[in-house]
């Protein structure tokens, strides 16, 4: 059972991975202090609602496995 759940563990990883490199990076510093600041009022479309929802599933799971794993261990 513990080969099992690290072999999801390790897919699960890979899909994280795959997830959220391909994801564009937001700026974290407001327009005051010269960044372009966050949009926050605009809902992602696309290819962005999907790897954002990939990306919280896969971690969901990554870490309710995570969990597994230390109890059967």
């Not at 391909?22 to 609602?49: L, N, R």
């Amino acid at each position: 059972m513990f080969n099992v759940l690290m072999g999801v563990q390790v897919v699960l990883s890979i899909i994280l991975v795959a997830s959220i490199l391909p994801q564009d990076t937001k700026s974290a510093v407001p327009t005051e202090f010269g960044g372009e600041g966050t949009q926050s009022y605009f809902k992602p479309k696309g290819k962005e609602a999907f790897l954002a929802r990939v990306t919280k599933i896969s971690a969901v799971l990554f870490f309710l496995n995570a969990m597994a794993i230390l109890l059967v261990k």
